[in-house]
């Protein structure tokens, strides 16, 4: 009686197994490849609710909108968003591209500013709309 197994039936097994291992590699690199876009989704949220909560909340920001020097103080705001505010919380490849702002017709008082917001690693742009009231 012989002992053991055939060469077929280990050259089977092996082909069976091959499969499953290939087919899990390639699970594994679809479900990281999602991961990194929810991260990045997530990312993006917390970067607009952080620009817009310092817009919303910036006492000095309404008061260059009643003086006039909204311009550089936009600027100026961008500069130290890239610079300080994104580093610190932790957005390195992110950059706040450009803030502008127009007046909303026929209310006196209330702007709308546009943040443009790029992700240096997958250059996505994504823009912020935020109202914002002289009062």
Do not use: C
């Not at 952080?50 to 000095?60: G, T």
């Not at 103080?73 to 957005?91: E, I, K, M, Q, V």
Request: net charge neutral.
């Amino acid at each position: 009686m012989k002992k053991g197994f055939s060469f077929i039936e280990v050259l089977l097994v092996m082909a069976i197994l091959s499969t499953f291992i290939s087919s899990g590699v390639f699970l594994a690199l679809q479900y990281k490849e999602l991961s990194g876009t929810a991260t990045r989704s997530s990312e993006f949220e917390a970067i607009t609710e952080l620009v817009e909560n310092h817009l919303r909340y910036n006492s000095i920001l309404r008061d260059a909108l009643k003086n006039g020097n909204i311009d550089n103080f936009l600027n100026s705001l961008r500069n130290n968003l890239n610079s300080n505010y994104l580093p610190a919380s932790g957005f390195n490849s992110f950059e706040i591209k450009a803030i502008t702002h127009e007046q909303v017709q026929d209310y006196a008082g209330l702007y709308k500013f546009t943040v443009t917001i790029v992700d240096k690693k997958t250059g996505r742009e994504v823009r912020l709309y935020v109202l914002i009231s002289e009062l």
